[in-house]
């Protein structure tokens, strides 16, 4: 049963931290560690101290907390005794921002052949080896294919140290983003490779581009609009 639990937490979408009473982390489950890679520890601690309950104990305070790409709704802190005190921070299921993302020049097509075709090209130039993860249900919708190509480029070229890449398409779960007053849910391509990411050549012009890019040393996302007509 202990297991389950640990495994539960750990797969857990919201960041889960225990900080030590002097602010040193002694648990984070995975969704913190990307946390983590965004915002400082002092900032998330900060935040435990700010709302943890007066005495011993667990409190839920809803709240509207925006750290970067991150909107959170509510977080709960429990501090048992003086040793060390948690946190858990509920992500908002609103999209990640507001936006005036550029959709011109969009048309009726499919992410995969999209992605394939940007591997298919690096391939040619490596040995390393590619992983795919796709969600057979994502359906065609409006993409900017250059646009789409380019990043892709650019951002499986930031792995090209890694021996495997690994690539997901998914749909995110409960995040959408709002363009013109409508409402599109979000279609994720997350890159990743063991070596981290390498941003010295990364070259893409993210002014006035067609979906959101998140960038940190562990993976690189690019989340879409799903349009679908």
Excluded at 143 to 156: D, P, Q, R
Aim: with cysteine; hydrophobic share 40%; aromatic share 12%.
């Amino acid at each position: 049963m202990g297991n389950f639990f640990e495994n539960w937490v750990e797969l857990d979408l919201n960041p889960i931290i225990s900080f030590s009473s002097s602010g040193k982390i002694l648990y984070s489950n995975q969704e913190a560690q990307f946390l983590l890679s965004r915002i400082s520890q002092k900032e998330i601690f900060d935040i435990a101290i700010k709302y943890a309950p007066k005495t011993f104990g667990v409190e839920t305070t809803y709240i509207d907390l925006h750290l970067k790409n991150y909107t959170f709704y509510a977080v709960t802190i429990s501090y048992e005794d003086e040793e060390a005190i948690n946190i858990k921070l509920y992500k908002s299921t609103m999209g990640k921002k507001e936006s005036k993302l550029n959709t011109k020049n969009s048309d009726m097509g499919n992410i995969f052949t999209l992605v394939d075709l940007s591997i298919s090209a690096m391939k040619l130039k490596s040995d390393i080896k590619y992983i795919k993860n796709y969600d057979p249900s994502i359906p065609d919708f409006k993409l900017n294919a250059s646009e789409i190509i380019k990043v892709l480029n650019a951002t499986l070229d930031c792995f090209k140290t890694s021996s495997t890449i690994t690539t997901t398409v998914m749909l995110k779960i409960g995040e959408y983003i709002k363009l013109e007053g409508k409402k599109y849910s979000l279609i994720s391509i997350e890159v990743s490779g063991e070596n981290g990411a390498d941003f010295t050549n990364f070259k893409f012009d993210e002014t006035n581009a067609y979906f959101i890019l998140t960038k940190d040393k562990s993976k690189i996302s690019i989340d879409l609009p799903l349009i679908l007509k």
